[in-house]
């Protein structure tokens, strides 16, 4: 455990059972919170929570659709029952590949749907729940680099990723009086499961050579990894970031600033 203590805190992290979200749910696990991890597939979600019970910690697996706000008020209510919502993890999100003209209207409302209104929906959930909070609350948003600077063959993930940022900014205005601080992280490429696939699928045959372009595009010549993501969100989470809302963590070896 380090000095950044989450004991007797209550977070919920949606999309918490693989990549990023798996590593945040571990991490805040073995500081002390409790984690509520909220999945579209239930079984996922209860590894990931059986995982932090083994290693002593306290963990619950909740099957949820982001994208539907009844799904996610109910099961908001639910936890809330027993435990004050001190910290929101809002990293569901899917991707999608292509510029404007490979982006059909389908796929603009399928991203929409999660990396979006998903965001609303428990933000909107949760901070009924935080402005009742005596000693503040946190909501951290996972945005991306794609949110800051132009990334190719990505319009509709930017165009959701954008929105995350400014929702959040938002938010953070918005809610200071009721001491609920709102940030976001902006990771470039993250080494996780997904990437993995998607070179796999693309590329099969050529998956090194690929994996280390991939890697290259980040200035510091690697991929981050979901414990380096993980490791800031237990920061920005903790009591020790209680001077720290509105503002958004690039986390990229360089990426935003060096490349040029």
Partial sequence: MTEFSLHNKTAVVTGGASGIGKAISLKFGENGAHVCILEIQLEA?????????????????????????????????TISEKN???????????????????????????????????VYNCMLACIQKMKNNKNG????????????VGISDRFAYSMTKGAVLTMSYSVAKDYINDGIRC???SPARIHTPFVDGFIAENYPGQEAEVFEKLSKTQPIGRM????????????????????????????????IKLNG
């Fill in 183 to 185: 940030n976001t992280i």
């Fill in 45 to 77: 979600a209860q590894v990931t929570a059986n995982e932090i019970i083994a290693a002593g910690g306290k963990a619950s697996a909740h099957q949820c659709n982001v994208a539907n706000q009844q799904e996610v008020q109910a099961i908001i209510d």
């Fill in 137 to 148: 609350s946190v909501i951290l948003n996972m945005a991306s680099i794609a949110s800051s």
């Fill in 224 to 255: 981050g990894e979901p414990e380096e993501v993980a490791n800031l969100a237990l920061f920005l989470c903790s009591d020790q970031a209680s001077f720290i809302t509105g503002t958004d963590f690039p986390i990229d070896g360089g990426f």
């Fill in 84 to 118: 004050n919502i001190d910290i929101l993890i809002n990293n569901a999100g899917i991707a999608h590949i292509g510029n404007i003209e490979k982006t059909q209207e389908s796929d603009l409302d399928r991203l929409y749907d999660v990396n979006i209104k998903g």
